[in-house]
């Protein structure tokens, strides 16, 4: 089962420079604040694209269930 | 046309609907909190859409996924175009951005939108199920 830290790290490792708080009551649902300078000048589909892309296909849906997302330019 | 009809189907409905809604349940029997949300948040801005349920076939939201690069459910298109998921959706009617992005009068500036100002916009669609 996926943890909060896990998908800090993962987010993290694969937006370079961001930084996310990763949040879960039951390691199955998530949500995540990401600020991140590679956010800058992009949209929001965008930046949410560039979180979904630390995940691998049928993650999301599958072991994590949901993942809210919130977006932030330092 | 290409060989496979549903995904034809699924980009008709977004080329045919301004505002289109794919969603789990129906906008009156919503089945996620996350369409829940989604729907409340574009009835809220009054604009009729259309709502398409993924639920009937798993083959509708692969479909989906697979045109618009996009994972996860609901997702909202308007004009052709994918607007975001919920926590987009919902970022937007906040900031009064999804009234822009729908053509609606924002609500401070315009509380009550009398009836007969509507512009002759598209009718409210049930497109529910269409592509089962």
Redesign the interface.
Known sequence: MPTPDELKARIENAIPGAEAVVESPDNVHFSARVRADAFAGKS??QQ??MV?DA?D?GE??GAVH?????TEVP | MSDNPLRDAIEEAIRENEVILFMKGTPEQPMCG?SSRTAAALQAVGKPFAAVDVLPDPRIRQELSGLS?????PQLFVKGE???????VT??FETGELHEALGAEQPAEAPEQPAAAQPSGPQPLGVENRLG
Do not use: N
């Open positions: 929001r589909i949410h694209r979904y995940f296909e999301l849906g949901a993942l809210q997302i919130k | 996350f690069s996009w994972p996860t459910i994918l607007v975001g998921g919920c926590d987009i970022e937007m």
